[in-house]
């Protein structure tokens, strides 16, 4: 990309950081028993909500059955709920982990849990323990309403028929249950009725205050009529009475959705969730990314902790939390203008070896989408350092696959490089997939990388982005609809209250669900951006920054700079559970994996991943993960992320790269490009 290609992308951003206020999503709006926020967005405006024609997308690719998941537990008007916090238990019966609490279906009803972490070396663990069991007489149980946050499961009866239904969110710290007829709850856990206080029962279980919110109980039944609503819940060590009767409020009140809108300027990106709950005030809480940094002013809070994997969780009253992160913008390739002649030339003749060495392109999305990837990095890098000859066959190369790649009838031609819709799946899926991208596995790592190719080749060429964007623009929509429609679901991998994405699509796990690369996550969504900005989309521009912010925040929160938990032993977590944090990898036992999986592809995006995080705790991480860099699993990734840690590490950092052997090169990069990133430090 050109210097004032730059500057005018940079324009465009800043304007499109900028939006006319419109919420996501939000069923039940115009039901006046719903408390949706009314109040002004604090920090930047909501921003204009991306509105593709979905379904004239869907239809420009072959409709085909290619996906491999479980039956799903919806009913017929939820899409398959993939990639979300809960989706173990939409198409199993694995614990799910909403913070603070835990829950998981049972033969008549569910059990509750308050997961506590403990650490050892590698592992810090906090599973389901069930403190409460709940039966209602249930036999089977269908997601009856969904969204990124929010889950209600109706409980049915042998014939089918609705006893109630069971609302739980992230972030909330009660569960309810809303009956749909007479009928009678029962709750075992050993608690008792009190007559003084805002809740009807309460007791401890192993350690925890619990109480339930009822029109009664007797000796742990509640009889409750059609309309009626139960709601339980866990009092943070020494809860206060504000804190009492906020989660007995509460509790009376189940959410039914959580409605998402974002706003981001040249500062801040600001998260909003509003907890659309029936009839009255709900509660909160605020998970450590939402505290970090600066924070817009909060009314209602600091009511009590809950113990989590993370951190502490905030107990705050209300239904609307807000929460900001450092503006991320686009980034395309490490910007060299103000490298040494020195530099310039080294990055060139690696350049040249890099050019020549480029293999044949994969045809999976996952090492496809990376080789393309590599590809145009080299090409964009290899233009702005005045080698445009010598990258002009690979951009031509480059171009004419992704060209393939996009064609969207290209499966009704071959069974390769092409993209059908699944209408079961509801879910758009490459054919020859990998790691599990046919389960729903990873869709924002793969397609991340093409959308990065693609913006990166197309950012001067409104003809080439004419001819990629039916193709790149489903693919975005699949990873990141603004809003649910009948083909594909809101945001899919991404989870507005967690601040990061989830890779499984099924989630088979007793400890939730995982993302173990929090570094091609956020590149999905600076690809995202990127096409955005070759696409000319300023609406989509401004979500992918929201995304990249966001997801950024939440990586150093979670996983480059996690809060230390006693008896853990290391300096990052590479795997991120619901219910676990773990120091290692999917792939391999290597330290250099286990860190590289959180830098890769080490592009100008991931420097976020390091802002404000102490040096010496980078330092102590490449230490760890094998500081001279030659580990054949990611060594590169490891050098070009101990160049963030200040000037003295850059040199090293660089004087390394150019002696490490070609196999300690991911390839997903290229030396020149690790050797671009540590000049443009």
Known sequence: MTRRAWLVSAVVVLAALVGVAVAY??????????????AAPVGPHDARVPEPDVAALVAQVPARQVATLPDARVDDAVLPQ????????????????????????????????????????????????????????????????????????????????VLGHVALAEGSPVVTFTAARDLTVRTEGGLSA??????????????????????????????VAAGEVVGWYALPADATSAAERALADAAQHPVQGVDVTYGVDERVARTTLTYRTAGGDGAYVLAPHHRAGDQPERDGCGLGEYA????????????????FAPTVEPAPVPDVADASSHERQAILTALADDVASTPDFPSDTYFGGKALFRAATLVVLGEQLGATDQVADLRTRTEDALREWTQPDGCGQREARCFVYDPDARSVIGLTPSFGSDELNDHHFHYGYLLAAGGLLAADDPALADDLAPVLDLLATDVAAGTASDDLPQLRTFDPYSGHSWASGSAPFADGNNQESSSEAVNAWNGLGLWAQASGQDDLLAQATWLASTESAAARTYWTAPAPVPGFEHEIVSLVWGGKRDYATWFSPEPSAILGIQLIPMGPAQAALAEGVDP??????????????????????????????????????????????????????????????????
Not at 83 to 105: E, K, T
Not at 123 to 147: E, F, I, K, M, Q
Not at 308 to 323: H, M, N, Q
Not at 641 to 662: C, N, Q, V
């Open 82 to 161: 993939t990639n979300r916090w809960y989706s173990g238990l939409v198409f199993g019966d694995q614990p799910v982990f909403a913070q603070p609490l835990s829950f998981q279906l049972t033969a008549s009803g569910f059990t509750l849990g308050l997961p506590r972490p403990v650490g050892t070396a590698t592992t810090v663990a906090a599973p389901h323990v069930p403190a409460l069991t709940v039966d209602v007489g249930a036999t089977r149980a269908v997601v009856s309403a969904a969204d990124p946050v929010a889950v209600t499961l109706a409980l049915l009866d042998d014939r089918g028929e």
């Open 616 to 681: 010496q705790r980078i330092r102590h991480a490449v230490v760890e993960a094998g500081a001279d860099g030659t580990a054949p699993t990611f060594g590169g990734y490891v050098l070009a992320y101990l160049a963030l840690a200040g000037d003295d590490d850059a040199a090293e950092a660089w004087e390394r790269l150019l002696a490490i052997p070609a196999d300690a090169v991911d390839d997903g990069t290229s030396r020149a490009a690790l050797l671009a990133f540590v000049a443009a430090r």
């Open 194 to 223: 009190t007559p003084d206080g805002p809740s009807t029962a309460r007791g401890e279980v192993g350690g925890t205050d619990w109480a339930v919110q009822a029109p009664s109980f007797d000796a742990g039944a509640t009889a």
């Open 308 to 323: 989590s994997l993370g951190g502490p969780l905030e107990l705050c009253a209300g239904s609307r939390l807000d929460a």
């Open 25 to 38: 999503a939000a069923a039940g709006r115009d039901d006046p028993s719903t408390t949706p926020s009314v």
